[in-house]
């Protein structure tokens, strides 16, 4: 999640795709949502999920099931590529990573995808106070592909942002629409679905 967000915040797009990719595909995969700061809580439930034997070591053969998918948007889309940083140092694949309008927190890289990453997708917009990076990379092209960096506009194409407290919507109100953007969370939808069913 981006900003100061709970991870329960349904009025935002990445907390609701979770949920109904979870209610949806029980069977299929697991989706878990995290606030921003909780990056050592999602690394721990990562780790969790792939330990199917529960001896508290992850084997080659359990990394190498790993089926994981990453997305955030802001602060959460940045801390999407320092979770994924943090797999590969474990050596564990991620299939996917997906930021949208991604805001690079103090002390982190959100524009450089690490070499354990097989495909990564950026979706941003440039107007306004606050807006993503326009533009990310692989630290390794034979690793990964980098699937686009899309700019979407608002400006004459307004999204509705309702739900949103006032100072969001007059401050931040393009780093917003895109977080609410119906053909935006429709592509990532069927970018998650492609890779893990």
Request: a negative charge; glycine letters at 6%.
């Amino acid at each position: 999640m981006g900003g100061r967000v709970s991870a329960n915040n349904f009025v935002h797009r990445e907390a609701l795709l979770a949920r109904d990719l979870q209610e949806r595909y029980p069977l299929a995969l697991h989706a878990s949502v995290f606030a921003n700061h909780e990056g050592d809580t999602a690394l721990e439930t990562v780790l969790d999920l792939l330990d199917k034997n529960k001896d508290g070591c992850l084997s080659s053969g359990e990394k190498e099931a790993a089926r994981i998918v990453i997305f955030g948007h802001s602060w959460g889309a940045s801390e999407t590529v320092t979770l994924a940083r943090r797999l590969n140092k474990l050596s564990i694949p991620v299939l996917l990573t997906i930021q949208v309008d991604s805001v690079q927190k103090a002390n982190e890289n959100d524009g450089v995808i690490p070499p354990n990453v097989r495909e990564a997708v950026n979706f941003y917009q440039s107007e306004g106070l606050l807006h993503g990076r326009p533009v990310i990379e692989a630290m390794d092209p034979r690793q990964t592909t980098i699937l686009g960096n899309f700019k979407s506009t608002y400006q004459g194409n307004p999204v509705s942002c309702a739900g949103y407290p006032w100072y969001a919507r007059a401050f931040m109100k393009q780093h917003i629409e895109i977080e609410n953007d119906p053909v935006v969370w429709s592509r990532i939808e069927s970018l998650i679905l492609n890779k893990v069913l």
